[in-house]
Structures are given as structure tokens and as C-alpha cells.
């Protein structure tokens, strides 16, 4: 067991410690021990989440900051994980087995080869646990890390490590492995830019998005509320994609509001009405989705002649983006016809979780791991 140290990390990011803090006794995440109730602290996560309107709530230090969200509650996604691993009576393993004073080094593990995600988010769990905790990296988000790896470490209350434990990995896990697959199909997709889409967990679509700037990707809108996106269904009820296009045109215009505008086409024929509609009226479209252009073979392979039909009609007038049959295996292909973007929901829809691990007894947990393959 491993005591904590002083030593400090060119690479860690301090807690925040410069909130005011109102102390409240009791059980909290099964901490016997006073606790505090940091009203500030929330301001300035949720502001990190949103456009930071007054100077100093936002996290400008790190190096990739998480997405715009007007509403999005950070922080209450930390709260509401910690309170469903505590329910009413906290950790009782806790509480049983350490005692309430003893402090510990844990140590970070990666146990496979991925991109770390999630590093400042395990800092705002270890901060909503116990703001007296430590944490320290050698890795940053968005940086590489190999199986076997020690890239980070925390110090303090053994009771408070133990109990952040999970949540911080559950949220580091999935976003590691976002991360992972996103820089994949990113470097892979070049020149075309890779988008996820709002295919994400439920309550976690900020963190999913935020996993994806973290891998070298690029945001697609955040929500319904942030673009307009004319889909299949808004042009089937609106009577064909000239009539939705117009509906929306007119809609912008009354309530004199300015955003980006979408329309997925899915033949040449729905390009060609789009292209017809824009050079007779003024639209206030800017992207054009180019749906099911990529057609699987038999041999395993695509024909992308489809998508390079459309993107050559388009000629630049409009930004391009391919959906649908999206793979590691035929991005690169994709991403050669000249799209602009290439939006998958497998970056966040089924991605796989990459594993790392948090422990105290380090030594033993290599043994272990060396025993089974994974360090």
C-alpha cells in the first residue's frame, strides 16, 4: 500500500480550491467525515459547459475544452452518478473495511493501447467527493497511452479515492474509447473531417461530444435546438425536399434568426431539386448530407462512385457530408471523393470502452495483469 507523496507534475491540473465552501456533516458518497457544499463550484463547471459570459468561469487551462451546451448540467451528471452508486446508505464495503483517516496513493493503469479521454472530468469527481484530494498525470487528454502504462495518480483519504473509483472510470472508460475510435477514423478520413452524430447515451451527450473533440474530431450539432437538420421524415410530411427547404427558409426568416441549415439528400435526384431550389431562391442552407451514397460490395469493398457524382455536382457551393456505411475500414475510401465531413454514430452509439484501471497496490496488479495478458 502506497502513502501519499508531495511530489508534484508539470502535467497536473489543481483542484479548484478558491470556492467558498459551507461545511455539512453526515454521510455523503459514504464518507464519514466532513463534507462541503460547494455552491460556486458548480457555476464554474456548468459555465465550462456553456459560452462563458463573465471572465474566469470557464476552463480556459485545458487543452481541449468540452462543447457549447446552453443547459447542460455537468456537474448534476457527476452528482446523479455518485448518488446512484451510493443510494441511501453510501459505500458500506467502505466504511466496514478502511478506516476513516487513512490515506493512500492510487495509481492510474492503462490495460490496453487507446487515447486517454476523460482527465479533467476525473478531476471534477474527485473534487465533488473530497476537494482535499490530489491528482496528478503524466498523460493529458488526447494524448496516446500503451498498455501497462502508469499515467496518473491520486492522493488522499483512502475513503474518498475508493468511492470516486468507478464513476471516475465508468466516465474515463467511454471516453477513452470514443476518443480512441474518433482518432482512428479521423487520421483515416483526412482530408474530410469526421462528425459524430446525436446518436449518444442519454444524459451523457456532452460528454460523448466532448470524448470526440478529444480524438481529433469535430462536432455535429449539439441538439435539436442548435441547427436546422431537414431529415428523411421532415421531408416525407412536408411533401418533398422543395417544400420542406422553403418551410424552413420561411421559418428563419419570420423569427429573423440566423443558423446553419441541413437537408439529407438521398439520390442524385434530391441533389439535383436541392441545387435547382438554391440558384432560383435565396436559401439560408449551408450543408448538404449525402445519405446511403456508399454502396457495400460483395467483396467486402464500396463503390463511392455515387457520393463522388454528387460531390461534383455540388462543386463547392455548399458544404458536403457523407452518412451511412461508415467504417474504419471504408472512411479512408470516403473520405477521398472530396466530402467535406463524414458523420458515424458508431463513434458513440457502440463504442468500446477502453480499459483502464485504478490501483492502490500497483505491484500486485501488474503481477495479475502479466498472469492474464492484459499489462
Known amino acids: 500500500m502506497a502513502f501519499a507523496s508531495s511530489s508534484s507534475s508539470s502535467l497536473s491540473f489543481p483542484l479548484q480550491k478558491s470556492c467558498n465552501a ?6 455523503l458518497y459514504g464518507l464519514p467525515f466532513t463534507t462541503r457544499l460547494r455552491s460556486p463550484i458548480r457555476q464554474i463547471i ?16 485545458l487543452p481541449i475544452k468540452p462543447p457549447s451546451h446552453p443547459t447542460y448540467d455537468l456537474l448534476g451528471v457527476i452528482k446523479s452518478a455518485l448518488a446512484e452508486d451510493a443510494g441511501d446508505r453510501g459505500d458500506v464495503t467502505c466504511l466496514a473495511t478502511i478506516p476513516h483517516d487513512m490515506e493512500v496513493e492510487a495509481h492510474f493503469l492503462a490495460k490496453e493501447n487507446g487515447i486517454v479521454a476523460g482527465v479533467a472530468l476525473a478531476e471534477m469527481v474527485f473534487y465533488e467527493v473530497d476537494p482535499t484530494l490530489k491528482v496528478e498525470w503524466s498523460q493529458k487528454d488526447g494524448d496516446s497511452v500503451h498498455k501497462g502504462l502508469e499515467f496518473g495518480k491520486v492522493y488522499g483519504r483512502a475513503h474518498s479515492i475508493v468511492v470516486a473509483e468507478r464513476v471516475v472510470l465508468n466516465f474515463m472508460q467511454r471516453m477513452s474509447g470514443v476518443a480512441t475510435l474518433t482518432k482512428a477514423m479521423a487520421d483515416l478520413a483526412s482530408p474530410s473531417c469526421i462528425l459524430e452524430t446525436r446518436k449518444t447515451a442519454p444524459g451523457l451527450r456532452l460528454v460523448d461530444k466532448w470524448a470526440v473533440l478529444i480524438g481529433g474530431g469535430k462536432n455535429h450539432r449539439m441538439g435539436l435546438f442548435d441547427m436546422v437538420m431537414i431529415k428523411d421524415n421532415h421531408i416525407s410530411i412536408a411533401g418533398g425536399i422543395m417544400n420542406a427547404l422553403k418551410s424552413v427558409d420561411l421559418y428563419l426568416q419570420q423569427r429573423n434568426l440566423q443558423m446553419e441549415v441541413e437537408v439529407e439528400t438521398r439520390t442524385i435526384d434530391e441533389v439535383d431539386k436541392v441545387l435547382d431550389y438554391a440558384s432560383q431562391t435565396k436559401t439560408s442552407l449551408t450543408r448538404i448530407m449525402l445519405d446511403n451514397m456508399v454502396v457495400p460490395l460483395s467483396n467486402g469493398d464500396v463503390d463511392v462512385s455515387m457520393l463522388e457524382q454528387a460531390v461534383n455536382l455540388i462543386k463547392g457551393r455548399f458544404e458536403t457530408e457523407a452518412s451511412g456505411n461508415v467504417t474504419l475500414e471504408t472512411v479512408h475510401k470516403i473520405g477521398q471523393t472530396g466530402v467535406d465531413y463524414i458523420s458515424s454514430g458508431a463513434l458513440t452509439h457502440s463504442v468500446k470502452a477502453l480499459d483502464i484501471s485504478l490501483k492502490i497496490d500497483t505491484e500486485l496488479a501488474l503481477q495479475v495483469g502479466r498472469r492474464t495478458k492484459r499489462a
Open 22 to 27: 459551507y461545511p455539512a456533516t453526515g454521510i
Open 46 to 61: 456548468r459555465m465550462s459547459a456553456v459560452q462563458a459570459e463573465k471572465p474566469g468561469l470557464s476552463f480556459e487551462s
